[in-house]
């Protein structure tokens, strides 16, 4: 990393370098001064901290650039610093040349401190400086190259779509951009680029992808932005399993790249297994405590709690001796995500085997339903055993929602266990007229068994839709699409949506189609999300260059901005006062 201005890096120096005379640039990140004959000059570049020894004073403060010369020697017995990078050596004596002082930083350039996030991002470029941001961004660049590389290797093409676009139909709010050449029309920013990416396949590029940024106009969370990366895909003649193939030589290479080491095969269940067994269509494999089917224990029982189409377990090891208020908040919690209620069953010891059981049902219970219970959960002395009996659906999620609750772990924690979802419902509960809603997006392709019931019982129907979960983090989703005229008009009948309708909103694509569309599948990973996993961020804000706050506000350039009136007449928009 040579230039005209230095002959190495900071933190690349040790004992190898020891009697090299080398000139590096960078940043003050601390001085002291000896008296009036020495000063320690610790100077940083991305690379790391080197210490700097001046014969005299350095006229220097915290974050000047300078350019400093000396010799790389040994540090003297007693001040070596193995907490530092390079702490066996220094440069000395120095000569150091200011190329830029600098005011006061905001704050120290130190992962130590604290420090309140909009004065983070009011001076992004100092805490960019910080290693653990350096870091973070370095991976980024890191798992973009694998990435790359990955989809190269397997043939497909890196084609840019456009930013300005139609409104697409994926359900987000979408942000507007007016049109000053035709007032009144605008253009929307791309929730992602789904109709551009199948129109290349119309066109015959037969593998695409891109790092695309996506935008959307919707309420931020820990890991939302208005604006996120994908790893955008599509692919001709190819099906799910193909996609499947694709998606995880892109994301465990990327992990390779990342941490160092190739993450073992995908796990791959259908959506059905993931609700029955974890609850959820995001499941995390780290937490073991599977959802147990009760039903048959309790098949003809005679408590009264139980008597529904199902009844769902989980067992909390060495949870027995929870406390009764924690018992009751749980039940509580378990109301409120739509239970009827929760029965506890604490397994204490004492019984001829040892495996007695403490609940307020106990006694209602029948000594087959006591011993089944114990036997189909495989709970054991000191474990909790907690049940809810509802609809499959209710039992399932309510059950989920309790087992992260009760073991859940930060996301990024070790091991990363990946998990295909597959067989998504093509619908997901009705919309505001009453037609079935598009789970995925009105051009997935239903399953080809469920296709004969998609008039019929369209909320049975099962989709080629899968999505790619990381440690109960969804990463990304995908679905074989519809390729054919006939089976999309059904669907868009079912969704309610007109012809006139569908050719007015996406027109363009369905003429497309009738000019040759291959059978096509795609996915898009969120790349945000990935690398926060890798970098063991909780926050995708993190691992972005120029992040928005919560609020969807730059605290550095201040946007959003007030429009002035000369721009807004030269858009041809006037402003409403807000409504009420
Ligand atoms: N366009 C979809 C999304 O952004 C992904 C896909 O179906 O390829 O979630």
Redesign the pocket.
């Known amino acids: 990393m040579n230039t005209s201005m230095r002959t190495a890096m900071c933190g690349d120096l040790g004992l190898a370098d020891v009697g090299r005379t080398v000139t590096v640039c960078g940043w003050v990140s601390r001085r002291r001064e000896h008296g009036e004959h020495l000063a320690f000059v610790d100077l940083r570049d991305h690379t790391g901290v080197v210490q700097c020894v001046v014969d005299g004073t350095a006229d220097v403060r915290s974050e000047y650039v300078i350019q400093v010369q000396g010799e790389v020697r040994r540090r003297p017995e007693g001040t070596r610093n193995l907490e530092l990078g390079t702490g066996e050596v220094e440069l000395g004596p120095c000569t150091v040349t200011v190329l830029n002082p600098a005011d006061p930083p905001p704050f120290a350039v130190d992962d130590r401190q604290e420090v309140d996030e909009v004065v983070r991002l009011r001076h992004r470029y100092v805490d960019l400086r910080r290693p653990r941001l350096q870091a973070n961004i370095r991976l980024r660049a890191t798992v973009n190259r694998a990435i790359r590389s990955a989809m190269d290797a397997q043939g497909f093409v890196e084609v840019e779509t456009p930013l300005l676009w139609a409104p697409t139909p ?1 359900g987000a709010r979408e942000f507007v951009v007016p049109s000053r050449l035709s007032p009144g029309s605008g253009y929307a920013l791309p ?4 109709l551009a ?1 199948q129109l290349l396949m119309v066109a015959g590029i037969d593998r695409y992808y891109q790092i695309a940024r ?1 935008l959307r106009d919707e309420d931020l969370r820990a890991d939302r932005q208005f604006e996120f990366t ?1 790893l ?3 692919a001709s003649f190819a099906d799910q399993t193909d996609v499947l193939g694709f998606v995880s030589e892109a994301v465990l290479g990327a992990a390779e790249s990342a941490t160092g080491e190739r993450p073992q095969h995908v796990v791959t269940m259908t959506w059905a297994e993931a609700i029955d067994r974890y609850g959820t269509d995001k499941p995390d494999l780290r937490l073991g405590m599977e959802l147990v089917d009760l039903s048959p224990v309790f098949d003809a029982t005679g408590v009264k709690a139980f008597g529904a189409p199902c009844v769902k377990g989980i067992v909390l090891r060495g949870g027995a001796d929870t406390a009764r208020s924690k018992l009751d908040a749980l039940t509580e919690r378990a109301k409120r995500l739509g239970a009827k209620g929760l029965a506890w069953f604490r397994v204490v010891g004492d019984a001829p085997d040892g495996r007695a059981l403490e609940s307020p049902l106990d006694r209602f219970l029948s000594e087959t339903e006591r011993s089944g219970l114990l036997d189909a959960t495989g709970a054991t002395r000191g474990d909790l055993v907690l049940v809810v009996a509802d609809t499959h659906r209710v039992a399932c999620t309510v059950l989920g929602h309790l087992r992260v609750e009760l073991a859940g772990r930060p996301v990024g924690e070790g091991p990363h266990r990946y998990v295909w979802v597959t067989d998504f419902p093509l619908f997901d509960g009705t919309g505001e007229e009453g037609h079935p809603v598009a789970a ?2 009105p051009f ?1 392709m239903p399953h080809p068994d469920d296709l004969d019931r998609l008039e019929s019982d369209p909320a049975s129907v099962r989709s080629q ?1 899968y999505d790619l979960v990381l440690n109960g983090w969804e990463l ?4 074989v699409r519809i390729h054919r005229a006939d089976i999309q008009s059904r669907v868009f009948a079912v969704l309610g949506i007109t012809p006139e309708e569908a050719s007015s909103r996406f027109g363009f694509l369905l003429s497309a189609f009738r000019f040759g569309a291959p059978p096509h599948a ?3 990973v969120g790349l945000d999300r990935l690398v926060a996993i890798f970098a063991g961020e909780e926050s995708i804000r993190e691992v972005i260059a120029f992040p928005k706050t919560q609020s969807g506000s730059d605290p550095m350039t201040g946007a959003p901005k007030t429009l002035t009136p000369s721009v807004l007449a030269e858009l041809g928009l006037r402003v409403l006062p807000p409504a009420d």
């Open positions: 994926e929730q992602s680029p789904q990416k996506c994908q955008d895909l599509e995925h997006h997935t839709a990304g989703s995908g679905s795609g996915f898009a």
